[in-house]
């Protein structure tokens, strides 16, 4: 994969998604020692970036695929279900009974079928597989894809367009979706990845060369709780990508700052790019995009 | 005044302040019956409209003036020690002892000396003409001033210039200086103003054909507590416009909505206009601009 494939997923979607403002703060800008820009992928549809890499998974099924399922507790179910619906495709999204109502809603008011399953990471694989086998439905995973990294991309090459040359474009880092695509998106700037110190397990991943497992889900950063994907690690550790760690109480200090500074609804995996800068003083320099990642509280 | 002195403004302000983006929401279109463009004046420096008006009045000021003044406890206070500040000028802002902290804090961080007085009209009135004696400050009033009104007109003209014809402009009302600009700006759109039911004067004063006292202030939209200006009702009442009530739980109800569906952060003032919308059934139509005004909570 390389920056054609996000290059094409922005022909793709163009018009399927909204292109998000790129918004700046003087203030933040003094306290943290850089020019910021702002990608808000937190006013994008559904409420988070994952829209892009769903409906670029979407436009590129065969003819004659009629349905898709996924399984999800949050933002890619709702993208998903979404995506689905505007292409005239039927939607399974397989969901944890412990999943929150709100979730749940959001992915039933874009018309998908939730299907729940025990909270556990083998009963969803097998309910999952249940409901390909009785639906046909095909599968779209939520991260570890390479139409799904091409979408996530498109985020940052706007930001580009938008902005001219970076310094730096830090995005955060779960799965690793948005990250992979960014570092195929990002042309001359270096790629700082966001990670909540209980959720490291990109950058052990990273620093050793070898995949590490998911950490136990603690992080209130809930998007990033997931384990690195094993193409998003390949596509990571050959663009030189670093991760640095964010703690929760500098997250949680950041989620309510950006509201309170720039009037924006942000989730704490998009703050975790602040969180991780103020942790980590001395690396942030020059021009500098940060990618705000989802707004669904 | 006219439209001309709008576009002047628009010229005297630009680069200062910022060009804050127009989004959409398909969902609250749905819901609300029409197709729905919102200024995002929240996300404007200051967090508020009004640093289009301070940043127009200071802009104007003869040259030897060297300091400004005013009273407030709200976004005019800020916006006019960041104007003033970045004009090379002293500001004096006098601000009610029960005034909250971080109403005084945003003052101050702009550079602005503040200045304490009691919690009444009277000592309002009083400290400043003092402040005036004392240091020699010009007063720039916060709404009832044509450069302040020519200012907050600036932002329907981005709207337009942006969107494209409009069938309706919906703004919120107090003291008048967003409405009347907006008035001003509107071209061709119908323009609706949006006002609080325990903060009524506009409406009563439009459809008496008189300036009718400001009520108590009660409501929760208190950037809307302030009596209609002179200037003001003067140049609603020539554009032929009208104002529609909201309830405190509608305006209640859509600040925490537009969080939810639109990830952005809204003083209760600046949802005024969709409640308005929704508890005056029947009234939107077409295409329609909405100004949200700020986002300091």
Redesign the interface.
Known sequence: MNRDDVLAAARRIAGRV?RT?V??S??LDAELGAKLFFKCE??Q?T?AFKIRGATNAVRQLPRHVQAVATHSSGNHGAALALAAREAGLQAFIVVPSDARTSKRASIA?YGATVVECEPTLAARAATLEQVVQDTGATFVPPYDHPHIIAGAGTAALELLADCGPLDQIWAPVGGGGLAAGTALAADASEVILAEPELARDAKDSLEAGELRPALPPRTIADGLRTGLGTLNFDILQRNGCRALLASESSIEHWTERI??I?????EPSAATTLASMADNPGVVSGRVGMLLSG?NL
Not at 262 to 266: I, N, P, Q, S, T
């Open positions: 909204h403002p918004l700046t003087r203030t937190n006013l549809r409420g008011r509201a309170q720039m009037k924006l609804v942000v707004g």
